[in-house]
């Protein structure tokens, strides 16, 4: 049924596109200079105010008392030290708490014209106490009395949010206002815990590509002027995973979403620090003046206009997106005109096909009704706080209602597979039909190939984590090869080894167990966070997976076929002319 020698052939593009991209390779932009010395950053004075900030509001829970005290706490001394406008931003945003009345509070420092740079940092805490969390609200406004001398010459805005414990909704907010008006977002994390945890600079984004390598650079080279350490940088691996499925714990992703180059600076990394965590004065100290060198060398640039972009940094080069889509694309023609020949075959040979297909889509019926389901749960409140945003896992809480939740969808998952999935066989086969036919492996096939090129067609890097995939599953399906049972079901197993990877090296990054790990994702699809196209094109492959497994398990194998019939003429033992040497071919010369 399948033609090696055409699938051979078919890698000839494979390897131009490799040359291709090989050629493609860039040189990574230069980090931003300053010649000013960032000392009138007062550590010492930063660090009080924290103390005071900590002991006056210990809760902080976004939209609580706590957090509104101190929004206006926050708005008080930035009216002291700021010359210029200072608002309270009003909204409604979906939170670890559910959906709160939450309070921004923006300064605005004005400058030269033009787009401006802005500083952000959340308040809010999902713990009591919360130091290290807090050390950012300290660091912006020491940073927001430093500015106010005059020293940078343009426009800045100080922005302290609510949400960022959970949801950015404060931050998502903020993204949207300041779309066209920031030419830069330097986004503080905890700035003060000891010891820290690498990589102190983050550019993931919650939507496409990561922040632009020149401002990711210009805050690592400030972190190491100011740390004297190695700020640390994201793997070519986990740079891959981000950008095939967009997930990030910092506040810098909402911003990156909206379009706008954002880094997060934070001490304790991605992940937001615990609630103990202790904190260092010299810390802070080092991390706000990386945070105000950061802002002298960006005054002093103006070509800064970057969005952000899917590139992948390799071994200090960079590789365009477009290079990865191509390298992708042709992975994935060798099963594809394979597939293609084989359906002509078949179809010559009136082998049915069709009906076949739409068995391997049912198996993507309870993927998308538990998925549906708890979108609805959600929507309606039943699933609890669902921000549709990534929760940290300091506000990652599993309570009654969670579990009940979970529960509720796995049992309707149980019933598309139990009774859902049955039915819609039963209407497309005829009954006693068994997946031992071409057709039902080349419907496998085809399927997955369709699905992950419309994965391709909106984001190469996921479509690269199922191409194993594709080009397995082709073979396991296929009667030509004569797989064992077990060996079969273990290829189609070991072809899902990349998604599993992503699964575990992001929870291993957010700080997620086995558990917590589950309910992250669950709410990311419940909250809207992955888009509905998305989630869709993966329950179908989810549903391609099932049916390979299947075929691998019950389809039929040569050790499975009976006796072949005779087809040459004459009796049994009689193996056809010339076999007793009188032709003359089989004389001796």
């Known amino acids: 049924m399948l033609d090696p020698r055409l699938y051979r052939v078919a890698f000839v593009p494979v390897l131009l596109a490799l040359l291709v991209a090989a050629f493609s390779l860039q040189d990574r932009p230069r980090a931003i200079g300053t010649t000013l010395t960032p000392e009138s950053f007062d550590g010492e004075q930063a660090a009080e105010t924290l103390d005071a ?72 805490a999902a713990g009591a106490g919360a130091r290290a969390e807090l050390s950012a609200t300290a660091a912006l406004l020491e940073l927001a009395a430093v500015a106010a001398d005059g020293r940078l010459r343009r426009t800045v805005t100080f922005i302290s949010t609510s949400g960022g414990s959970g949801g950015f909704a404060g931050a998502s907010e903020e993204a949207r206002r300041q779309i066209g008006r920031a030419d830069a977002v330097l986004v503080l994390g905890d700035v003060a815990s000891f010891p820290g945890r690498r990589p102190f600079v983050t550019g993931f984004s919650n939507g496409t590509g990561q922040a632009p390598l020149q401002l990711r650079r210009t805050v690592e080279n400030a972190v190491r002027a100011e740390a004297g350490t190695d700020p640390g940088g994201p793997r070519v691996l986990t740079q891959f995973l981000r950008m095939a499925v967009p997930v990030t714990v910092g506040e810098q992703g909402p911003f990156l979403r909206a379009g706008l180059p954002a880094v997060l600076l934070s001490a304790s990394g991605e992940r937001p620090p615990s609630v103990k965590a202790p904190v260092r004065t010299r810390q802070l100290t080092r991390f706000g003046r990386a945070a105000l060198r950061t802002l002298s060398a960006l005054d002093n640039f103006r070509d800064l ?86 929760i940290p896992d300091t506000g990652l809480e599993i309570d009654a209602g969670a579990v009940a939740g979970f529960a509720a969808v796995a049992l309707l998952f149980t019933l598309g597979w139990l009774v859902v999935r049955p039915a819609l066989v039963r209407l497309m086969l005829e009954r006693g039909a068994r997946p031992a036919t071409p057709g039902a492996g080349l419907a496998v096939s085809l399927t997955t190939t369709a699905v992950v090129l419309g994965l391709w067609t909106r984001n190469p890097y996921a479509a690269a984590l199922a191409v194993p995939a594709v080009h397995v599953w082709m073979w396991t399906s296929s009667p030509d090869v004569p797989l064992p049972r077990p060996a079969g079901l273990a290829l189609v197993l070991a072809a899902l080894a990349p998604c599993l990877a992503l699964v575990l090296i992001d929870d291993r990054a957010f700080g997620l167990d086995l558990v917590h790990g589950a309910w992250f994702w669950t709410l990311l699809v419940a909250g809207g966070h992955v888009p509905f196209g998305f989630w869709v094109l993966w329950a179908l492959f989810g549903g391609c997976a099932v049916a390979a497994a299947i075929v691998a398990l019950r389809g039929q194998r040569p050790e499975d076929e009976g006796p072949q019939d005779v087809t040459v003429r004459g009796p049994v033992s009689y193996a056809g002319p010339g076999s007793l040497g009188g032709t003359e071919s089989a004389l001796r010369r």
Do not use: M, Y
Request: net charge positive; proline share 9%.
């Open 53 to 124: 900030l900590v002991a006056r509001f210990p809760d902080r829970r976004p939209g609580s008392e706590g957090d509104d005290q101190l929004a206006a706490e926050v708005a008080r001394q930035l009216r002291r030290v700021v010359p210029g406008t200072v608002e309270e931003h009003r909204f409604q945003g979906e939170t670890i708490d559910g959906t709160r009345d939450l309070v921004d509070v923006v300064a605005t420092r004005p400058g030269a014209p033009g787009p401006g740079l802005v500083v952000v940092a959340h308040r809010d």
């Open 305 to 390: 206009d970057e969005r952000p972009r899917a590139d992948l940094v390799l071994r200090g080069k960079v590789l365009p997106s477009w290079a990865v889509r191509l390298v992708v694309g042709t992975l994935l023609l060798p099963p594809l005109l394979v597939g293609i020949d084989a359906f002509a075959r078949l179809r010559r040979r009136h082998e049915p096909v069709a009906r076949w297909i739409g068995w391997t889509l049912a198996g993507a019926v309870p993927f998308l009704l538990a998925a549906l389901f708890a979108v609805g749960l959600a929507a309606i409140g039943l699933l609890g706080p669902a921000p549709g945003a990534p």
